[in-house]
């Protein structure tokens, strides 16, 4: 086993976060047109509902994470600030309006992702599938990342959700399989293994992401990334994780950058293609630059 450098003794949460976390405020012109390009068309932004701490950076560069099937999911993972509930009616609309924003934004790359629909029988798969078709429709030169959710083993939704011509299909661990019972507790650790299996097979770039901070331990990190690469994983993230309420599972520890550095450089070692790894790293972050990692 390698063994990683040193790094600095974590920052406990009961202190104010360190200096590597701070972030951008959402100011500025692109960030302006964003904002009104999204309300305008009713659209909703894991960026807003997620609490994503690049939003000023991202909104001020004129991209953004489109969520569609709606603002309510039916999981309740400990670590997420999407509300959770029964979800209203899914709009038929929805995949011209995010279309056409799309559009008009003039985005290079776009990334959509959404909430679980678990009450759904095809999980959403037919709005996905007529989402990214639209955008292709409108934006032909648009590539497109689509960060889905866990089809609870519905393999036909699965292909459904991503046959529509996308180029590279995410789907999130989030955390190391120890954890999962508490962080994720209607998700199961095998089952998004497998779901990344099939995606690789069918011939996608695939993508997934993991918190850290949760209180995990770097051989467990370590596990986690060769049971991904066993799966066919190409790009893998790597972030913080930040409380968003009180009610949200507490952050165990703040990682050192030099630690995801450290991560980085294991990643790529053990079989992934590309690692993007450091403390405000999100799912979407930099994804521009996963659209041409070679598979």
């Known amino acids: 086993m390698i063994e990683l450098p040193v790094v600095a003794e974590p920052t406990t949460p009961k202190n104010k ?18 904002r009104k390009i999204v309300d305008q068309n009713k659209l909703h932004t894991i960026c807003e509902s997620g609490n994503c ?30 509300a959770t509930g029964r979800p ?36 959403g798969a037919e709005i996905w599938y007529q989402t990214v078709t639209k955008v292709k429709e409108l934006s032909p030169e648009t590539t497109i990342e689509t960060l889905i959710p866990d089809t ?3 393999w036909d939704a699965l292909y459904r959700m991503i046959s ?11 955390t190391v399989e120890r954890l999962y019972r508490r962080v994720r507790p209607q998700a199961k650790y095998q089952r ?19 918190m850290l901070g949760l209180g995990e331990t770097v051989d467990e990190v370590h596990k986690a990334m060769d049971d991904l690469v066993a799966h066919g994983l190409d790009i893998l993230t790597l972030g913080q994780y930040l409380q968003p309420t009180k009610m949200h599972i507490e952050v165990a520890e703040f990682i050192h950058p030099d630690q995801f ?3 980085r450089e294991e990643g790529l070692k053990r079989g992934l293609k590309y690692v993007e790894s450091g403390p405000l790293v999100r799912s979407s972050y930099h994804a521009e630059r996963h659209v041409n990692v070679p598979i």
Not at 17 to 34: D, F, H, I, M
Not at 56 to 72: D, H, K, P, Q, S
Not at 164 to 174: C, D, I, L, R
Not at 193 to 203: A, P, V
């Open 17 to 34: 976060k360190p200096n590597w976390l701070r972030v951008k405020l959402p100011v500025g012109k692109e960030y302006a047109k964003v």
């Open 53 to 82: 701490p690049n939003m000023g950076e991202c909104w001020g560069a004129g991209t953004a994470t489109f969520m569609i099937l709606g603002n309510v999911c039916t999981r309740s993972c400990t670590f997420c600030a999407v």
């Open 88 to 123: 209203p009616e899914y709009d038929e609309q929805e995949p011209q309006r995010v279309a056409e924003a799309i559009a008009t934004m003039g985005v290079k790359h776009a990334v959509i992702t959404s909430v679980n629909r678990d009450e759904l029988k095809d999980r």
């Open 152 to 154: 609870k083993g519905n």
């Open 164 to 174: 529509a011509g996308q180029e590279v299909v995410s789907h999130n661990m989030e």
């Open 192 to 210: 998004s293994l497998d779901q990344t299996k099939l995606t690789k097979e069918y011939g996608k770039r695939t993508k997934s992401g993991i």
């Open 261 to 263: 550095e450290a991560y």
